[in-house]
């Protein structure tokens, strides 16, 4: 199966084609969030430039499907991670992708090259390692069957880089709706990394590992500056910003509505991918917070690093380390499911 990947859009895309690959020059990656930065990557498969409505172009990559894996594991966690983590990625990255085919709001591809959809990354950081974890699993998916009906489904295996010891509900991050597999687990693994600073290495790739504190975090604001953030990135003006009142929490505490209110506008907030764009210059890591009013401003003190729903990247890493094998790994972060062939 192929899958069609929209790689970059920019008013003209520079390309370089090459004997069997192509190579993109200013990839945008991490786009929005604090790793944000330009890559050159080289890619194989087919090269389109789509034309679209604004005068912009968009660089298409067309490729097999298990290919596409290849790279995108080794965008996701460095290829010297544990070997049955990246066969667990394996997995829920081709499950994720082929419930997307078909069924994302892009216009002419199928799937982004960015955190929106799954990192991928071209061929930099691809090697045997992670040939072999596709390879091992080829044609593996995550399926779910509805209790006493015949009703299947591939799953919708969303992931994140660290929890901070537990996974969150699906509605918590989206749509209003129970996702039975995406249900808040305990997850003991992701805060033991923060002491085994070696599997880390092993496991995240450069730019993630610029991110230390991705277990338990703390952000201080004063007042002026959390007030000019907040009028810039909602484009609108609250004015003083005198207190930040949060709603609603997921499972795992992460806030999924917020009230802000301010010298000249109140108004709720959410989810929890919302929350963390308004309250930052970029992104905070995640929206499992307590929120402290000072007299000086506000600090968040935080836990985990993404939206928290599915597997745990770290975790799984410190799982896989443990000894636990990739179907061990899927079925403690996926509770209900089942490993089949596609």
Not at 303 to 320: E, K, P, S, Y
Request: hydrophobic share 30%.
């Amino acid at each position: 199966m192929k899958i069609r990947v929209g790689i970059l859009t920019a008013p003209k895309i520079q390309y370089e084609r090459r004997e069997k690959t192509f190579l993109l020059k200013d990839v945008r990656i991490g786009i929005g969030f604090h790793w944000d930065r330009k890559e050159d990557q080289e890619f194989e498969g087919e090269l389109e430039i789509q034309r679209n409505a604004d005068g912009t172009e968009t660089a298409i990559n067309t490729l097999d499907i298990e290919q596409y894996l290849t790279s995108v594991i080794s965008s996701e966690m460095a290829t010297t991670a544990p070997l049955e983590l990246l066969k667990a990625h394996a997995v829920i990255s081709r499950s994720w992708a082929l419930r997307a085919i078909g069924h994302t709001d892009h216009v002419g591809f199928d799937v982004c090259a960015d955190d929106h959809c799954q990192r991928y990354e071209g061929l930099y950081r691809r090697n045997e390692r992670a040939i072999r974890a596709v390879e091992e699993t080829r044609g593996q998916i995550l399926e779910y069957r509805e209790p006493g009906t015949e009703n299947r489904q591939i799953c919708d295996c969303r992931y994140h880089k660290c929890c901070g010891g537990r996974t969150e509900n699906f509605a918590t991050c989206w749509e209003d709706i129970d996702v039975p597999y995406l249900r808040s687990v305990e997850c003991p693994y992701c805060g033991e990394a923060v002491h085994h600073t070696s599997l880390l290495r092993t496991s995240l790739n450069d730019y993630d590992q610029e991110t230390h504190d991705y277990h338990d975090w703390t952000v201080r604001y004063t007042t002026a500056e959390l007030s000019d953030i907040v009028r810039r990135k909602a484009g609108k003006d609250f004015g003083e910003i005198h207190d930040l009142i949060p709603l609603a929490r997921g499972a795992s505490g992460r806030i999924s509505r917020l009230r802000v209110v301010g010298s000249h506008l109140t108004e709720e907030v959410g989810k929890e991918l919302a929350i963390r764009k308004l309250l930052s210059e970029s992104c905070l890591y995640s929206s499992w917070m307590d929120i402290e009013k000072t007299p000086e401003g506000f600090t968040f003190r935080g836990h985990g690093w993404g939206h928290g729903v599915g597997l745990c990247q770290i975790g799984a890493a410190v799982m896989a380390e443990k000894g636990f094998t990739y179907d061990q790994i899927l079925a403690h972060y996926y509770p209900g499911t089942s490993l089949i062939d596609n």
